[in-house]
């Protein structure tokens, strides 16, 4: 059984940094992409940033220039570095990976259980 365990969330004021980390854990043979996902209150979940495993990188609008994604393959972790955070940033940070426990498995999505960034004007 596959596990992410997501830690680095918090309380921030604006124009601060955060640095959130995500683990993937358990019977794992290879992971294809990590990213980070986000749900504001009352909205739906969006896409923040995702990585291959080759580095390519993807980020939503509404980040780029201020988030950065990266991994360690070894370790099979995902980061996210967020700076000069925003209110609007706040939200419960989802960590997603795409991997297979076995050669011949297909890929499944497994997702972490979520970790609150609440940034204060």
């Known amino acids: 059984q596959v596990q992410l365990v997501e830690s680095g969330g918090g309380l921030v004021q604006a124009g601060r940094s955060l640095r959130l980390s995500c683990a993937a854990s358990?019977?794992?043979?290879?992971?294809?992409?990590m990213g980070w996902y986000r749900q504001a209150p009352g909205k739906q979940r969006e896409l923040v940033a995702v990585?291959?495993?080759?580095?390519?990188?993807n980020y939503s609008d509404s980040v780029k220039g201020r988030f950065t994604i990266s991994r360690d393959n070894a370790k099979n972790t995902v980061y996210l570095q967020m700076n000069n955070l925003k209110p609007e940033d706040t939200a419960v940070y989802y960590c997603?990976?795409?991997?297979?426990?076995?050669?011949?498995?297909?890929?499944?999505?497994?997702w972490g259980q979520g970790t609150l960034v609440t940034v204060s004007s």
């Open positions: 990585a291959s495993s080759t580095g390519i990188t």
């Open positions: 358990g019977n794992i043979f290879s992971i294809n992409v």
């Open positions: 997603s990976a795409n991997l297979k426990a076995r050669m011949y498995a297909p890929y499944l999505d497994v």
